[in-house]
Nanobody
Framework: QVQLVESGGGLVQAGGSLRLSCAVS????????MAWYRQAPGKQREFVAS???????NYADSVKGQCIISRDNAKNSVYLQMNSLRPEDTAVYYC???????????WGQGTQVTVSS
């Protein structure tokens, strides 16, 4: 069982920055892939960024150059640095974890990010 707790969301003006954190129960080293997804009102959940245990990062085209995903194995945490935020980035951001490449995704409860224009 993997438990994830996100934090760091909030209200920010357009152009601002936020750093989301995801605390993972247990050893993050045993997790193959960590990811951030987001879900805006009335829309499906969409991929934002992911990072593997080997440190390989992947980003959605919509956030390339805007977001940076990182992980700190010593702190059992994953982070999403978001810069130059836009109103369209407003969504609930979810942290996800997979133990193996084809394993099920564990989810956190989400953290709300609201970007005002």
């Amino acid at each position: 069982q993997v438990q994830l707790v996100e934090s760091g969301g909030g209200l920010v003006q357009a152009g601002g920055s936020l750093r989301l954190s995801c605390a993972v129960s247990g050893s993050i080293g045993s997790i193959y892939r960590m990811a951030w997804y987001r879900q805006a009102p009335g829309k499906q959940r969409e991929f934002v960024a992911s990072i593997t245990s080997g440190g390989s990062a992947n980003y959605a085209d919509s956030v390339k150059g805007q977001c940076i995903i990182s992980r700190d194995n010593a702190k059992n945490s994953v982070y999403l640095q978001m810069n130059s935020l836009r109103p369209e980035d407003t969504a609930v951001y979810y942290c996800g974890a997979q133990r193996s490449p084809f394993g099920s995704m564990y989810w956190g409860q989400g953290t709300q990010v609201t970007v005002s224009s």
